[in-house]
């Protein structure tokens, strides 16, 4: 198995590659930090391929298709999982620039990921009947209103968005499409909203997990987890679903 994943070196794809390793796949990993990359794919039990660049720019999503092909002579999964955040402010505070760059991000990011997989793995099935899987990170804020983070969950409806129409789109070609959801975990992520609001620890975790049923943050394996399940080859009858891994807020 062929797995290729975007956002690689941060805290669900650092995790997630783990894991496949673990399960035996061969990975093609991105990021922007190409020591970053190379020191985690020395540390993998497996044989591993790097690109680093900006998800942004749809040459490289072109470019990580066409390394796997190369490399591994297939691609069976990828996780689009690269994703930025934008200041912690109200829609009417948030920079322009910060706007554009999360959309470019967020959103074009995954759009243009599948541009180039969903095709490759539709050749590969018709070819040898081996089926694709494709997991999109979205968020507990593309399932619903996030204030304070307006362009954030603007993005990730959007991921939701392309993964339900390329579920429908691809399901009779062999290729399923699902989006995993999460809430705040113990990410560099959340670290960077620790900094953001210059308020205490405490205080900050407390406003992370206010509206969680669970009073807690996700542990980064918990996703993964997710991930995992969506990915199996023998989950093969779902297609088109937005996982909520939330603690419950998605339940309210």
């Known amino acids: 198995m062929a797995v290729l994943l975007t956002g690689a070196t941060g805290g669900f794809g650092r995790c997630a590659a783990e894991r ?6 061969r990975l093609i990993l ?4 190409e ?5 985690l794919a020395r540390g993998l039990p497996t ?3 790097i690109l680093a660049g900006n998800i942004a720019d749809e040459s490289l999503s072109e470019s990580l298709v066409k390394l796997a ?6 691609l069976d999964v990828a996780l689009n999982n690269a994703g930025i955040v934008h200041s ?3 829609l009417a505070n948030v920079p322009t620039d910060e706007a554009r760059q999360v959309l470019e991000v967020n959103l074009l990011g995954v759009f243009y990921a599948m541009k180039y997989q969903l095709p490759a793995m539709a050749r590969q099935f018709r070819e040898t009947k081996r089926p694709g899987a494709v997991i999109n990170i979205s968020s507990s804020a ?8 307006a362009m954030y969950a603007a993005a990730k409806h959007g991921v939701i968005g392309l993964t339900k129409t390329a579920a429908i789109e691809y399901a009779s070609k062999g290729i399923r499409v699902n989006a995993v959801c999460p809430s705040y975990a113990r990410t560099p992520m959340a670290q960077s909203f620790l900094k953001i609001t210059k308020a205490s620890e405490e205080a900050a975790y407390a406003e992370l997990t206010r509206g969680v049923p669970m009073r807690r943050l996700a542990e980064v394996e918990e996703v993964v987890e997710a991930i995992l399940f969506a990915a199996d080859p023998r989950n093969s009858f779902m297609t088109g679903a937005a996982i909520p891994v939330d ?6």
Not at 20 to 25: R, T
Not at 35 to 39: K, P, R, V
């Open 35 to 39: 020591a970053a990359l190379q020191e």
């Open 247 to 252: 603690g419950g807020i998605s339940a309210i």
């Open 142 to 149: 593309g399932l619903a209103a996030a204030p304070k983070l």
């Open 20 to 25: 496949f390793a673990q399960e035996g796949a």
């Open 47 to 49: 044989e591993t391929a």
């Open 88 to 90: 912690f402010v109200s």
């Open 69 to 74: 092909l190369a490399k591994f002579g297939q």
């Open 30 to 33: 991105s990021d922007l930090d």
